[in-house]
């Protein structure tokens, strides 16, 4: 074997550890990557959970129901559009907007 063939080698040699060391820190940090997203969505859905279970331990307050008349009868039978629990939960976390 001639000295270049030897140091073409051992170039080719290195050339091939770098890359696969590269390769190998890509997926690391995409491992890295991909627990932080998960730690976060867990954190999030735990605050909302647990803002959720806050608001349902409150009990609700009675109200006694009125009788119809002209002027609340259209309210009675198109009653208001409630906020769902996901959107409270989130306008309770965040402030409403």
């Known amino acids: 074997m001639s000295s270049s063939e030897v140091t073409s ?16 820190n890509a997926v690391q940090n995409q491992h890295q ?30 109200v006694e129901p009125t009788p119809p008349s002209e002027e609340n009868e259209v309210e ?5 559009p409630e ?5 409270s939960t989130i306008n309770k976390i965040f402030g409403s907007r």
């Open 83 to 87: 906020q769902s629990t996901a959107e």
């Open 33 to 62: 990557s991909q627990m932080t997203t998960q730690a976060s969505i867990t954190n999030v859905m735990s605050q909302i959970l647990v803002a959720g279970r806050g608001r349902s331990a409150i009990p609700p307050t009675l």
């Open 9 to 24: 080698g051992m170039t080719e040699t290195a050339l091939a550890e770098t890359l696969s060391r590269t390769m190998h």
């Open 76 to 80: 009675s039978i198109v009653p208001e």
